[in-house]
């Protein structure tokens, strides 16, 4: 007959069954080789362990090279094994598969010496009934008597690399038990080590520091705007002192970090590549792609690197601005690279979300040239750890489309920060494992598993909780459809905060005791930040900008830090501590807002907030142009509208500015301001045509002072799937930019100057907004499908620098 058993072959199984412990007494001995790897010693300890916890029973642990009577549990290929007349398949099993097979009254638990045999003791003992959940709930099942049915099991991973990328998934013992080897847990030379990463990515400063090497060699590093530049830039990959540099640094990363797998040469964490002219060049034969200079390097770094260490791996990203895989060049056979879908729905799976349609095709093309490619999958909101998340069913799906398209390791990014606490961390983590081991497992019956567990008897209200979170996201009829991003915070409907807030009052009174109570409590508090997060939208009543109750907000916010602090969470944000959060309620205010209205237009400036416009409605159609900005944004309400910004150049840090009202009436405001040697002036006026902002900058000292001028408009399209710009350029093309176009990512940039830059007006077509100017000389377009829709328009007055008594003004005209 056929047993259906966790692993990733169905096979053959008795009915005769055979009796490891009975009435808490066992005949069994448990047998290793004679010189057993530290993994596989700590299988038989495991085995040991459990086995005893379960029954009371505790079995000897013996070598091979002993006599031993009576039945037994062999723990790795030993003597004793090949004694049966069993031959193990090892060579097939590679470092990681296992096999589980009964010989008479015998059991047979072993497997790959790095780590097989280990795994195989875990997941004999799961055979049994036994799960670690978390690294403090387990279920190590009480009966005196321990029966078992015959077995053939043959297991290997899905995937080489399985990292749930969790605080809760570091720990040692949870990790090994739960078969992930990923390079930031805990795992060592007893659990068989993992796979190790040095460094783990964007390395190309840690190749060469901009410190050390810019000032005598700036050509080492990209030209932006046609100027090198190391402030958010990379290096010029095509300058052969630039790879010989990088070769002596990863050989000097192998000498010192001999105990790594993989070896990362990869881009920075932002934008900046180089537009030298070689590195244009290498561009254009790799079909306009970016990954195409980065790739010909590393594979250049790999090739040297093989010739004296062919055991070792070179890693690079295809990430952001270089996930589109190149036209000619292909990944060396000791090259991994991590491909990253940083922008893809993460409710949805992408095999059938519209939004993600761009990836799939990505993740086709890469696996088409290379049989070596790694996954960076992202499964939280990096923004907000603690936002409602409802990503299971995308991950149930998208993992075993990873395993089809010949995907061979996984790092699945979640909230990583100290102390832990990310929402449902410990689930996914959890419900992680096991599809990474096996993408073919029923991820429902792993969250089925796991809320029992870790619930006890308010699971039950658990699961309705996490079925309400899905609701949102699923698509009709069974749910609202909400694509879910990992920055942006959802407009998730009203029910979700009344239901959900009661079913978890359900399961609090359905606990079984004070620590399942305290879990859930813990997963309150998802809700309650969700809450907050509403609570802090800023609205316009008379001459004053504020939440609707800042008194208020303030107590909640800070009742429910002490709340999250309870729990020993350290981070709510990717990069921050609790203390940034302390910070911004402490500092949160009501602002000044001048209301300048006409027939035709309302417009809300707020001085305060860089001299911000927040809203420009449209009288006739009762409709704000501008994009409501969702209150998560972690500079709000400091963001979006019509604002200007003040820069030493298009490439620096914008200076703060702090506005002063100099005068206002009905129609007109008029801002005075300071910065970097500057005196500035920002002027608002309300035509029948709509807003114009002016602002000026001038030089009023004895120096000169480098300046360059931004205006930037955050419209809210009316559908952004039909929206286009259009404009004339001042060389007499007609520009026509659709934003949303199929298999492309919903989001991006452009920029036109010289010929191309508009000829004084440019146009939102569908939305019917119009944006007319002078004094610009560079203009920037960006949108994004994400969240709440949005499409920005951004001028620049170029780079200048003011001589005593010189100025610079940009003029900009908002309206239909």
């Known amino acids: 007959m056929k047993c259906k058993l966790a692993g990733l072959v169905l096979v053959a199984c008795s009915l005769q069954a055979i009796t490891i412990v009975e009435n808490g007494k066992s005949a069994y001995t448990i047998v290793t080789p004679s010189k057993p790897t530290p993994s596989e010693q700590r299988a038989a300890l495991e085995l040991q362990r459990f086995l005893e916890e379960m029954s009371g029973a505790k079995l000897p642990i013996v070598p091979d090279t002993k006599t031993v009577s009576g039945p037994k549990l062999l723990v790795g290929d030993s003597a004793a094994v090949k004694r049966l007349g069993v031959a193990l398949p090892l060579a097939e099993l590679g470092p990681e598969g296992f096999v589980l097979r009964t010989k008479a009254a015998n059991v047979i638990i072993a497997g790959g010496r790095q780590r097989g045999t280990m795994y195989a003791a875990t ?17 190590i099942p009480k009966q005196p008597t321990i029966r078992l049915d015959a077995l053939d099991v043959t297991e290997k991973p899905a995937f ?31 659990t068989g080590g993992k796979l190790e990463y040095y460094p783990f990515v964007h390395s190309f400063y840690e190749l060469l520091p901009p410190e050390k090497y810019f000032a005598a060699h700036p050509e080492y590093y990209s030209m932006i705007d046609g100027k090198r530049r190391f402030e958010r830039g990379q290096l010029c990959l095509t300058n052969e002192h630039v790879l010989r540099i990088a070769i002596e640094r990863v050989e000097e990363w192998i000498k010192q970090h001999p105990e790594a797998t993989i070896y990362s040469v990869s881009q920075n964490d932002w934008e900046g590549w180089c537009e030298c002219d070689r590195c244009r060049k290498v561009e254009e034969e790799e079909g306009g792609k970016h990954i195409g200079p980065v790739l010909r390097f590393v594979n250049a770094v790999a090739e040297q690197i093989e010739k004296r260490h062919p055991e070792k791996l070179i890693d690079t990203l295809a990430y952001w601005y270089t996930e589109e895989p190149p036209a000619q060049v292909r990944p060396r056979r000791n090259v991994r690279i991590r491909l990253c879908p940083i922008g893809i729905c993460t409710s949805h799976s992408f095999g059938s979300c519209p939004r993600s349609a761009y990836f799939l095709k990505n993740l086709n093309a890469w696996s088409g040239i290379t049989r070596q490619l790694y996954i960076w999958h992202y499964n939280t909101n990096f923004s907000h750890y603690l936002l409602p998340f409802p990503d299971f069913d995308e991950l149930a799906a998208d993992i075993p489309l990873y395993k089809e398209r010949g995907v061979v390791g996984l790092f699945m990014q979640g909230a990583y920060a100290a102390g832990g606490g990310g929402e449902m961390s410990g689930l996914r983590s959890y419900v ?13 019956a792993m969250i089925d598993e796991y809320l029992r567990g870790v619930y006890g008897k308010a699971a039950p209200q658990m699961k309705a909780y996490l079925e309400m979170l899905h609701r949102e996201v699923r698509p009709g009829p069974y749910g609202l459809g909400a694509h879910l991003w990992i920055f942006t915070v959802p407009d ?26 305290r879990r859930v409590e813990k997963d309150r508090l998802s809700l309650e930040y969700y809450s907050l997060l509403r609570a802090r939208e800023y609205h316009t009543r008379g001459a004053t900008y504020a939440p609707a109750d800042l008194d208020g907000l303030k107590r909640d916010a800070s009742a429910f830090l002490a709340r999250v602090r309870e729990h020993g969470i350290q981070s709510i944000h990717e990069g921050y501590e609790l203390k940034f959060d302390d910070g911004y309620y402490a500092n949160l205010q009501s602002h000044q807002a001048l209301t300048l209205e006409n027939d035709a237009w309302r417009a809300v400036i707020v001085p305060a907030l ?39 150049d298009m490439h620096g840090k914008v200076l703060d500015v702090k506005w002063s009202v100099a005068s206002s009436n009905a129609t007109e405001a008029r801002l005075n301001g300071e910065a970097g040697g500057l005196k500035l002036v920002r002027v608002f006026r309300l035509t029948p045509l709509g807003l114009v902002t002016r602002t000026e900058a001038a030089n009023g000292g004895t120096g000169e002072v480098p300046v360059a001028l931004q205006a ?51 146009r939102l077509n569908h939305a019917g907004a119009v944006n007319s100017f002078s004094g610009a000389e560079r203009a920037v377009l960006t949108w994004s499908a994400k969240s709440r829709p949005q499409v920005v328009l951004m001028l620049w007055s170029g780079d200048r620098k003011l001589k005593p008594g010189e100025s610079v003004a940009l003029e900009s005209t908002y309206g239909r």
């Open 432 to 444: 992680l494992a096991r599809l990474l081991w096996n993408p073919k497992v029923d991820a429902n």
């Open 492 to 517: 998730y409907s009203d029910q979700l905060l009344k239901g959900g807030f009661e079913l978890l009052r359900q399961a609090s009174e359905a606990a079984d005791d004070a620590a399942i109570r």
């Open 123 to 139: 997941a004999f003992l799961e055979h049994l009934g036994c799960r670690w959940f978390t690294n403090e709930v387990s279920l």
């Open 160 to 190: 080489e690399y399985r990292e749930p990328f969790f605080s809760e998934a570091f720990d040692k013992d949870w990790a090994a038990r739960n078969r992930t080897n990923g390079a930031h847990s805990k795992l060592d030379a007893s």
């Open 712 to 762: 930037r408009a955050e419209f809210a399209p009316k559908d952004i799937d039909q929206e286009r710009v259009t404009f004339r350029g001042v060389g007499g093309e007609v520009i026509q930019r659709p934003l949303i176009v199929p298999e492309k990512e919903p989001t991006g940039r452009e920029t036109w100057d010289g010929p191309k830059l508009p000829a004084g007006e440019w």
């Open 610 to 648: 860089n001299g911000r416009a927040v809203e420009l409605t449209d009288k006739a159609e009762g409709r704000d142009l501008l994009r409501r900005v969702p209150s998560g944004d972690r500079t709000y309400p400091d963001t979006g509208g019509i604002a200007a910004g003040v820069y030493p």
